[in-house]
Nanobody
């Protein structure tokens, strides 16, 4: 499995960016993609997730209503649309993947790093005030 992120950059407060995560190596849609970020001097935190089979999405409170995660099924790409950006959103953003189908009643422990097996290289997002 390989994950490649793109789309980071510098934006002013209130602006928007869209991050992409291109996933390869999965045979079907039985996986989940999580978006994480790590700000300078802080621990990495999970902020959004999407389960590919059913398209369910989950958001951490700090980004709910501003960020949207979606997928382009035909291209195996997951997007993170980030609107109304704030300086505190400045961080390196990572996408991560884990096998997941939702079968047998299993649910992800949302936004937890240990759930994820593969990680992208990260992309820097800087929001200027």
């Amino acid at each position: 499995v390989q994950l490649v992120e793109s789309g980071g950059g510098l934006v002013q407060t209130g602006g928007s960016l869209r991050l992409s995560c291109a996933a390869s190596g999965f045979a079907g849609d039985d996986y989940a993609i999580g978006w994480f970020r790590q700000a300078p001097g802080k621990k990495r935190e999970g902020i959004a997730e999407i389960t590919r089979r059913d398209g369910a999405t989950y958001y951490e409170d700090s980004v709910k209503g501003r960020f949207t995660v979606s997928s382009d099924n035909g291209k195996n790409i997951v997007y993170l649309q980030m609107n109304s950006l704030k300086p505190e959103d400045t961080a390196v953003y990572y996408c991560a993947a884990t096998p997941y189908s939702g079968d047998y009643g299993y649910t992800l422990d949302h936004f937890r790093e240990y759930e994820y097996d593969w990680w992208g290289q990260g992309t820097q997002v800087t929001v200027s005030s």
